[in-house]
């Protein structure tokens, strides 16, 4: 079982303490994301998802206004804006990091106006200006790893040594963004569970997770609910819970401090038993 150091996660006006992991719950307020497009397209529901989400125990939200599944359509940024801007003006007040899972410049703008805690990028800042937006903030941010583009990245992606270039990928994303003037303790680093990658290359990425937290920041990841498990178990995406959670404590152990999911309800109970074991691991040694 890999022990983390102690870190503190800075995102806006939260300190988020690392010592446990930390679930990041799933609202996609899409009509076409792979797992819970449509579900949350009225905003009532919408927000009668993350409110269920809290209170089975999701320690961040992460918001999505557009999907990013292989094969996803482009939506305009005003489109981008409606879907998420009225769930984040809602939840303003909800006692947990909110977190816009955006690459575009001027969403990360009116999100961090509206109280948004956290960016979540799955292109790593990579949007010209989009440095020096997180940088003017306080917020937390999430850089993620992904090879193409979501239209064709599952094309035919190649790597010749995938721990080694992602994490190469990633140490590069997290200097610039130190360089652009983003505190160390705001970043997170993310591998990109199924963002131009194999199953192999998933599955080496998480055998070899250590190698994503020897950068010295935290480690989020993202399997619930994906392809990967799909072809592992035959199940399709509404019965993967079990395969996900797995997946989350196999992270865990191998370095993760935050897990995004779908289902918090089922993590969370695992977590607590992950985490009861870690104690007693700790009070051991
Ligand atoms: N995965 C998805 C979207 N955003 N962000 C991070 N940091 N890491 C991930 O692995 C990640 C992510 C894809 O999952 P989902 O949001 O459920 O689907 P969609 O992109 O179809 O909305």
Redesign the pocket.
């Known amino acids: 079982m890999t022990l983390r150091p102690e870190s503190n996660w800075q995102c806006g006006p939260y300190r988020l303490a690392l010592c446990l992991p930390r679930i990041m719950g799933?609202v996609?307020v899409?009509p076409?994301?792979?797992?819970?497009?449509g579900q949350n397209l009225d905003p009532v529901a919408a927000r009668e998802t993350a409110q269920r989400l809290i209170e089975e125990g999701a320690d961040i939200l992460?918001i999505?206004g557009e999907?990013?599944?292989p094969g996803?359509a482009e939506v305009s940024v005003a489109e981008e804006l409606r879907r998420v801007l009225p769930l984040l003006t809602a939840l303003r007040d909800a006692g947990v990091p909110v977190s816009v899972?955006t690459s575009r410049v001027q969403v990360m703008h009116a999100a961090l106006a509206e109280g948004a805690s956290i960016i979540?990028d799955?292109r790593a800042l990579r949007a010209p200006g989009a440095l020096d937006e997180v940088a003017r903030s306080d917020c937390g941010v999430?850089l993620?790893h992904m090879l193409g583009e979501p239209r064709t990245m599952q094309a035919a992606p190649h790597y010749d040594d995938v721990v080694r270039e992602v994490c190469g990928f990633l140490q590069a994303r997290r200097d610039a963004a130190r360089a652009a003037g983003v505190a160390r303790t705001r970043i997170a680093l993310?591998p990109?569970?199924?963002?131009g990658k194999t199953l192999a290359h998933n599955l080496a990425l998480l055998a070899d997770l250590a190698s994503v937290q020897a950068l010295g920041q935290p480690v989020?990841?993202?399997l619930?609910?994906?392809s990967m498990l799909g072809q592992l178990t035959d199940r399709p995406v509404d019965r993967r819970v079990h395969a996900s959670v797995a997946a989350a404590l196999l992270a865990l152990e191998r370095g993760a401090s935050i897990v995004?999911v779908?289902d918090v309800a089922a993590t969370r109970d695992a977590l607590r038993v992950w985490a009861s074991l870690r104690k007693q691991a700790q009070e051991d040694s």
């Open positions: 799933i996609n899409t076409d994301s792979f797992s819970d497009g992460d999505g999907s990013t599944r996803a899972d979540n799955v999430v993620m993310d990109g569970f199924g963002f989020l990841v993202g619930s609910r994906k995004r779908h």
